[in-house]
């Protein structure tokens, strides 16, 4: 549940477009108020297809505002005043329409110009047809406009109103509240514009940076273990998730030393990147990093490699196939963890489940002595390994937060904030 105090006093600019979605923006309205929160609105034309401007300003309470060109709006509260009068701006629904818009810096009506205008954060709440949703256009889009900072609830998976299936449906009005509310909560009026650094505002490059004089570890990717000298085996981890992390830990000062396995991605700009293949690798790049205030595990390490590993190809000798005898490959998390004097102050594990996410992550918390745990699922059918998304559960010692659906970069800015306000207290 959101948490009233956060919200209490809060101004948000709601932009609703047009989708069929947009008739749960009175349901979220209605919420929003309930928890003290002031709405304005902007209502596409498309907008004005599905809800009523008379709806919205009943329950907003405010002038409705749909006319780039209203004289009366704008002697009323012109466009620019309107983009930065609000503490945050959300646009629910997000149409593939108003993202293609929004990434191209249009400004061809009121709600393009004061998105374009606005210097405050914009939270969106993506809703389309799955097809519209998956297409190349739309998540290169929603791809850029993360990386400038913009910050996503949803879409969640579901039956569409075209009787579809897949991502695309907006998220419910209490998961865009508790969007709203975590955003609040972890008073990010500045960093959401510095997600990525070429985008940040002057102020925010000049702002004193939190983790300023920090040692971090990050571990990313997959290991590759030989089988003989030409197979090996490997797991689907991307890397996605584990460079975001050391981006996000850069850019907010910290020294970030990324330790990783095979991927294709680029180089994180301002980390020192170490490139391994096996576990056995990546414990003594680890180590080697040593000290280091921060360590986040986000590598998918394999738990086992092939014992008596051939130095020569194995044939099909007609003997049938080869067995595999496997070994325990080293624990890098919990050797981090119980480093002694040399243990960072911070460790920070993922946990990869396929059931009872939370029970599992929070026993494997406790096993491995790590500080926090970042849980996230990947049973079969998730794209958790390997996508552009992730949906996690950070266990700390005071609790479960569950975080809503965000791009792998949104989730890395969350926790490097996270951390940063850890090393605050
Ligand atoms: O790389 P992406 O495609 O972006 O996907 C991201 C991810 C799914 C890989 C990431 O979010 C994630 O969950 N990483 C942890 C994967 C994993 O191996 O989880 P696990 O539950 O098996 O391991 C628990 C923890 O122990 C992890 O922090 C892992 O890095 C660590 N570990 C595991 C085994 C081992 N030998 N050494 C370790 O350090």
């Known amino acids: 549940m959101a948490d009233h105090a956060i919200l209490s006093g809060k101004r948000v600019l709601l932009v609703i477009a ?57 002697s009323e509260m012109g466009h620019i005043q309107l983009s930065r009068a609000a503490d945050l701006v959300v ?60 910050l996503r609830v949803g879409p969640n998976d579901g039956v569409m109103a075209c009787n579809e299936f897949g991502p695309g449906r907006m998220a419910e009005p209490m998961e865009i509240i508790d969007a709203i509310a975590a955003h609040f909560a972890a ?43 030409v197979r090996y085996i490997a797991n689907r981890s991307s890397g996605k998730q584990g460079h975001a992390i050391a981006k996000a830990l850069a850019q907010l000062g ?49 738990d086992w490699r092939v014992a008596g590993l051939s130095d020569r190809k194995l044939k099909k000798d007609g003997g049938g196939p080869p067995t595999l005898a496997l070994t325990e490959n080293p624990d890098i998390l919990a050797t981090l963890s119980q480093a002694g004097e040399r243990r960072p102050a911070l460790v920070v594990g993922f946990a990869a489940e396929t059931g009872d996410v939370i029970a599992y992550a929070t026993a494997k918390r406790a096993r491995k002595g790590c500080d926090w745990i970042v849980a996230n699922d990947v049973s079969l059918g998730t794209t958790t390994f390997g996508g552009a998304d992730n949906t996690v559960h950070l266990i ?21 904030d996270a951390i940063a306000e850890r090393f605050r207290e």
């Not at 629904?93 to 374009?116: F, H, K, N, Q, S």
């Not at 997600?195 to 570890?217: E, Y």
């Not at 980390?271 to 990093?289: K, Q």
């Open 18 to 74: 047009g989708g069929i979605a947009a008739y749960k923006c009175l349901d979220l309205i209605r919420r929003l108020r309930e928890r003290g929160v002031s709405v304005r609105a902007v209502l596409t034309a498309a907008g004005a297809r599905f809800v009523t401007p008379l709806s919205v300003q009943a329950l907003t309470e405010n002038t409705v505002y749909q006319d780039l060109w209203s004289l009366t709006d704008e």
């Open 91 to 150: 646009v629910a629904p997000a149409t593939a329409d108003l993202l293609a818009r929004m990434a191209a810096g249009m400004a061809d009506d009121l709600a393009a110009t004061v998105l374009l205008a606005t210097d405050k954060p914009v939270l969106v709440a993506p809703a389309m047809n799955v097809r519209m949703w998956l297409h190349p256009a739309t998540q290169a889009n929603m791809e850029l406009l993360e990386r400038r900072g913009v």
């Open 187 to 229: 008073d990010k009026s500045t960093a959401h514009f510095a997600a990525d650094k070429s985008a940040a505002p002057a102020t925010a490059d000049a702002a004193p940076k939190p983790l300023a004089g920090k040692r971090a570890i990050v571990t990313s990717g997959p290991t590759h273990e030989p089988i003989d000298p």
């Open 254 to 302: 910290a020294a970030v030393t990324l330790v990783s396995g095979p991927t294709r991605l680029a180089d994180p700009p301002g980390c020192t990147v170490v490139a391994i293949e096996t576990a056995r690798e990546m414990l003594a790049a680890c180590e080697a990093a040593l000290p280091a205030d921060i360590a986040v595990c986000a590598a998918a390490v394999a």
């Open 396 to 416: 700390r010692e005071g609790g479960v937060e569950s975080w809503p659906t965000m791009g792998k970069d949104a989730v890395a800015a969350r926790l490097a």
